[in-house]
């Protein structure tokens, strides 16, 4: 059997419209979704640029005009991000320069106060140190001219004393002087080239008499008698006078004094060393006695003395770009190592 089926033109009518609006609508759509997608985009852009978020980037959108608009925010993120970086370098190098001028103005006003600390300090230490001096110039010369006339012999042992006291006058001035130029940077130093080992054999046999009065021996030895250093030669040899003087002070009657000079492994130092068996010194007094006028418990107890000559040989032995320290225990015995730099 052959049933037809016949579609009248009102059916076809409306299927033809669906048929030519659906691909219209389907374009509609999908240009709609691009459309919100990159407005979307473009307003989250915006607000993580309103936020702060200059790293934040634009994709690539599929509409000209978007993507230009899009491509243009991201130059300028990129502009201020750079803008900003450069700002932020700045402030930092500021800040940097100004942490650098503040410690400087520090380094200044402690510079400052410390200048005026051995200003004072200096002017009251020359202040007690002349007082003995001055007392026994005044007492001789008044001494001299009481009473009736005396005899020349009277005259002249007062007039020694009074030079001798004059002289140990000047000769602390001097040291005290030294010291403090030398603190600043500004010791007065004739520098030239110098056989070390010449300056100290003769120091030493300067000491011989000296040591003799307490039957004490000095032994001295050179592993290079060739070694010149470039040096104030008379202030030099005021250091070792000083070291030599020191051990012969504090040793005991029978002692015997080691004196030493080598070359460091390098040749770039020679080395003195100045070794005692006499009342030593501890630790703290190692460490101290390059104070002016310092003097420990048992060296007051056990000897006179200013307490000047060790900074005075400090300070030229720094004047010098070399070192010099104490070593020791109470009671055992103390040694002085001096290292000077050796010329090229």
């Known amino acids: 059997m052959i049933t037809s089926t016949i579609i009248s033109g009102k059916t076809l009518l409306p299927i033809a419209i669906g048929l030519i609006l659906i691909p219209g609508l389907l374009v509609t759509l999908l240009v709609s979704t691009r459309l919100t997608r990159s407005v979307g985009a473009l307003n989250q852009a915006a607000k993580a640029y309103t936020s702060g978020d200059l790293e934040f980037r634009t994709e690539l959108l599929f509409e000209r005009e978007f993507a230009d608009l899009g491509h243009t925010l991201n130059q300028m993120a990129e502009e201020l991000l750079l803008r900003r970086q450069a700002a932020e370098n700045s402030q930092v190098s500021l800040e940097s320069q100004v942490r650098a001028r503040t410690l400087e103005l520090e380094s200044l006003n402690k510079q400052l106060e410390s200048h005026d600390r051995t200003r004072r300090q200096l002017l009251a230490d020359i ?36 030079r001798e006291q004059t002289l140990h006058t000047a000769r602390l001035v001097d040291d005290v002087l030294f010291v403090a130029r ?70 005991h009657v029978g002692d015997s004094i080691q004196v030493d000079m080598s070359l460091s492994a390098d040749d770039e130092k020679v080395e003195i060393t100045v070794t005692d068996q006499g009342i030593g010194l501890s630790e703290k007094e190692a460490q101290q006695a390059f104070y002016r006028f310092y003097r420990g418990d048992n060296a007051e107890r056990y000897a006179e003395g200013t307490g000047l000559g060790l900074p005075v040989a400090k300070a030229i032995v720094d004047a010098h770009n070399g070192e010099i320290f104490l070593s020791g225990d109470s009671g055992k015995g103390a040694r002085a190592t001096v290292r000077i730099p050796v010329a090229n």
Do not use: W
């Open 127 to 162: 202040s007690h140190e002349l007082r003995t001096p001055l007392t026994v110039i005044q007492g001789e010369s008044e001494m001299a001219l009481r009473g009736g006339a005396k005899s020349t012999e009277e005259y002249r042992d007062a007039l020694t004393r009074v």
């Open 182 to 251: 030398a603190e600043e940077g500004k010791a007065r130093i004739d520098k030239q080239p110098v056989v070390l080992a010449e300056v100290l054999s003769s120091v030493c046999r300067d000491f011989q008499t000296v040591a003799a009065g307490k039957d004490i021996e000095i032994n001295d030895s050179y592993t290079d008698k060739n070694a010149v250093v470039v040096v104030d030669k008379g202030r030099l040899r005021q250091v070792f006078s000083v070291l030599l003087d020191n051990a012969i002070r504090y040793s």
